[in-house]
């Protein structure tokens, strides 16, 4: 049972770059979600998904890029990336949204922006 | 929107004594309230949740009471392991005006749980 998996664990880049984080889950989960976790910020919704080709913006969306072609996968672009996005980047999925549904993490990807 | 408010931002206990965590929220609305626990270089895990229309719900060491008139819940472990050392983040529902609930999480609590 994989569940939820992130690709890479840890990226290195330079600003300016473009860098794309993967997602992966096996559960078909409807909902999924991109965070970011920053010392003093905790957890913050970078986008979400409620369904293959349907996305929607959460509290830090400025300089992020995502889609979603296929209900398992939920890739995250940084076009142009600059060293106040270098945090670490969880994924998430979700059943259902109603009610506030559980939603599982994957295991976080490390990025630096040098 | 929904602003979550979490104290203490780190705790340190003796292995055996009892940990408290307090979260407050803004909007009367949020009906749905997690907890989770991110141990060292892995994302959060679902430890406990509550409903707004319960006041408490436990799960054998862990329970989670919510108080919906002074809008704040909490986390308390009793009988402290030292694998209970981690960062704890509280959460709450929020639908705003999109009518999707999405989850506004708390800044975290470090327990340390010494031996």
């Keep these: 049972d994989a569940g939820i998996t992130q690709s890479p664990r840890y990226k290195i880049t330079?600003?300016?770059?473009?860098?794309?984080?993967?997602?992966?889950?096996?559960w078909s989960h409807s909902y999924m979600f991109w965070y970011r976790q920053?010392?003093?910020h905790g957890l913050r919704l970078i986008y979400?998904?409620?369904?293959?080709?349907?996305?929607?913006?959460g509290e830090v969306p400025d300089g992020y890029v995502v889609s979603r072609s296929k209900t398992e996968n939920f890739p995250l672009t940084l076009e142009s990336a600059t060293r106040?996005?270098?945090?670490?980047?969880?994924c998430a999925s979700s059943e259902s949204a109603s009610g506030g549904g559980t939603q599982f993490f994957g295991p976080g990807t490390r990025l630096t922006v040098l | 929107g929904e602003n979550v408010e979490q104290h203490p931002s780190t705790l340190s206990v003796q292995e055996g004594d009892s940990?408290?965590?307090k979260c407050t929220y803004s909007d009367s609305a949020s009906n749905y309230f997690?907890?989770?626990?991110?141990?060292l270089g892995k994302g959060p895990q679902l430890i406990i949740d509550i409903r707004s229309n319960v006041g408490e719900k436990k799960d054998q060491r862990i329970a989670v009471t919510l108080n919906k008139t002074a809008k704040h819940f909490s986390l308390h472990i009793t009988e402290t392991q030292p694998e209970d050392s981690a960062v704890y983040f509280c959460a709450a529902s929020w639908e705003g005006n999109t009518g999707f609930q999405k989850?506004?999480?708390?800044?975290?609590?470090?327990?340390?749980?010494?031996p």
Excluded: N
């Design chain 1, 14 to 26: 330079e600003t300016g770059r473009q860098v794309t984080l993967m997602c992966h889950q096996t």
């Design chain 1, 38 to 40: 920053d010392l003093g």
């Design chain 1, 48 to 57: 979400y998904s409620a369904a293959a080709d349907i996305t929607d913006k």
């Design chain 1, 84 to 90: 106040s996005q270098t945090s670490v980047y969880f």
């Design chain 2, 19 to 21: 940990a408290v965590i």
């Design chain 2, 34 to 39: 997690p907890w989770y626990k991110q141990e």
């Design chain 2, 103 to 114: 989850l506004v999480f708390g800044t975290g609590t470090r327990l340390l749980v010494s």
